[in-house]
């Protein structure tokens, strides 16, 4: 008889587990840190490579999360306040900033997994499945002296996208699989940063307290999905298994995420007010916020490319080739609309933001050893990923470069039909020098100078949203997850 | 060979969310310069007008200028740079590459000495949410930002002061051309709304208006017309039987006003034309597809009856029983009303200005005329083209603006947010009863 205290004690790790995030928003171990894979023939299958719900046999459920804590330092350079460049007579303190993702909240939360499906008399595999394939979450803490040097990029934010998709596969040969995953993804978002309203402006100077704006943006509630197609092929001759899949950015909006923030607040630049505190543009929340923004960035497609070598009936060996399409991630573009009287949206404080992004492709390299019985299995697993952002585009909202990561997972039959798996990674980001910022904040003044010319190299720069204080300095990061799946097989 | 006119594969539109001057041509030959939009674009004569016209159906731009004509009708991928000022280092404002352009020099805007080089028509500006800011006067420059869309929902808008009015892109067709050329297929870029012509005056201090059941049209005042949205018109322009339903509501002779020229882009040669003013006119959604819909003036008469009997309630006022519905209002319709002495220039029906506001593939309700950037002076527009699932007309008037020159009326009472409700501008915290 199933042991009632087993029992809880699986619900009680599900209910403090989380996922591992690489890239500046790939969650790189969807559904668990140790065992999945374009190769692997269970539900996990929906977001690997829909063409391994084809080796699945009879129904099957899945429940797991995991929980993932990332710790940043932002070691900024000088700057020279007048003009904001590096290097100069100002120095910052080293900023820390950190984020845990976990699934249990709602709207649903990002590093959770759940699937259900069945293998169909060795003809076809259906599943529904819901995960996240994509989220970031992090925080920077004010130094103790009250300063927070990384505020023009980032104050803090929580991007999730909750993935609701439908695999089917089919076999079209004893020895190969095809399958596609429709879905639709849930995007919601919450970003603060600060922007420079005296940028340039040498009297002033360049990253005064006095003249930042804080932009505070959120969507509200369950926004319209984007929706997206997962195509994939699973061939297997006798102890090789090769897997190959594709998923796509959004369709239909060029791979563009539109998402509306209906909670917006912009709080103004204290020395509108002759000091302090800036008030806020909407100043009384009892009748309702009067800002409504919105926000559009790109996702990447995914290629994914599996091979796994059966060496023996207890060992396997697998390697994964993860493509990631970063490149089109160029900006996030952030639009905000206020009252039709005033004019202090749109000329005290912008009334658009532009992020630079600059993204470029990166590459997921996985080798992977597992041994396993009847009862158990246990696999190591070593991930090196290439960073999907240029050095010198590194601030503190977009924070990677060359990832190493070790993890380990162990995974048993602990009742009949009903596997437990758990994993630990830890992530460790080699440090990153940025070299001369992406970021040019003399650009704003010198776009205004060109009265707005965007042939200018300033105004372009202004355009894509470089136009920001600098992000030069020397950026770290490390994560760890800790991740635990329940497989139910009927 | 079909060609697609709005756009190359490869087109690549460059701008920056910033806003962009522009200059106002003419509302009528020697009228106040608060007519249709004119930017500035780069040709190899130098920098020159280009009209910037939401009810031209293509895009236009003559590369050499049209002191010497261009070569009509001929199509090319080309590509238009807008500018702040008229030397040859004026700032490059918006840069649009490898869009289809005709090479097609327009009528000029306004009056004859206005002579555009082209005109950045519909299909090039549906690619965006174009704002516009229009003042009254001249004392300020009119702006243009490309936004890639507009923020917030019809709700929250209606919060801020804003009227979204929705509409269905019309004007898409097949163009044919001489024997034994390609033909062209223009697509869907032009923006009409219903509008209410010549309604009358309006205070929620006159005596309450009745209407029994079924009496809804009955108390309609004014004329329902259809109208496109055209910046680069200075009036408000009617075809001629449009004209003559307004003058009967208004008392007026079929031949009232002065005649003289109007000058359009679609039109190399001056349209006759006979000039007048209208006291007002209220711009609504396009109801055709609105099963709720009862026309727009009687839609105006409805909101106004709504608007008296909750800024009376607290005198005892009651809804009239044809605007109420299980004991409750029916919501209004959003609306812009528009007022002072508008220009208007009336147009015989086989005018090209008429005609080509018609073209319509498949046949769609007759177009009345359009509503000219003269017309809208004074109210800061948001052509929303890329809004879901209609694309949307946002509209708010100008700071200082007074009821008689411009008004704006969300739709009531649908606009209950964050557990509030607001009626024209004002929070309603009971809803008087239906009047017995």
Redesign the interface.
Known sequence: MFNRSRLLAILAILFVSSGVQAGPLDDAHVADTGFSGPTTGDLTAVYWNPAGLGLMQGPQLMLGGAWQSTSVSVARASINPPTGTNPGARNFPTASGSGTLQPFRWPLGPSGFFGIGAGIGHRFGIALAMYSPFSTKLTMTPTADGQEPARYHLVSMELNHIALATGLAIHASESIQIGVTPGLLFPTAHMIFDEDTALGDATTGSENASAAARYDLATKGIVTPSYFMAFGAHYRHGRLSLGFSYTSAPLGTSGLV?L???NTQVRLPAYATGGGAGPDLCPDPS????L???M?YRLPSIYNLGATWQVNKNWSATAIVRWLRYGALDKI?I?????????TLGSSVPD?V?LYRGFQDSLDLRGRVVYETKQFRVGGTLRLETSAVPASHVNAAAIDGTKIEPSLAADMRIWRQIRLSAGYAFTWMLPVDTGTSVFDPTAAAACTN??????TPA?QA??NGQARPSAAGTYHLWRQTFSVLTTIAF | MLLLVSCGEDQSLTYDLEAIQLARAPVTPGGTATGGLLAKVSTSAGIQPLLVDSAYPLNSLAPAGCAGGGAPGWTYTGNMDLRDGESAAAPVRASFDHVGLFDLCPGPAGDAATQPAGVMGGPLLSNFAVGFELPRGTDKPATMTLWPSFPGSDERLAQDGFVSLRFNLRGGGAAARGSGEPSLTLPNSRIVLAACAAPRAFSTSEPQEACAHGEVTLRASGQDLMLAVGTGEGPLILSQSAWQRIAVTMGLANDAGTAGDLYTPFSTAPTPARFLTVPRLAVFQDGTTDTSWGGPCAELARARRVEWALANQAAGACFQPCDASGGRAVSTHAYLELGGALDVAVISETSDVIRSINVDSPPKPQVDGIIGAGTLAGTRLRLDYAATPQGRVIAACEDGSTRDQCSTAPSCPGLSANGRTLCFGQPVPAWPPACK
């Open positions: 539109n509306p923030l209906d009748t309702g916020n009067c409504a923004g919105r559009s573009t639009l905000v609309a206020g009252p039709s009287s005033g004019t658009h532009v060109a009265g707005g010319d965007l042939s105004c202004r355009m």
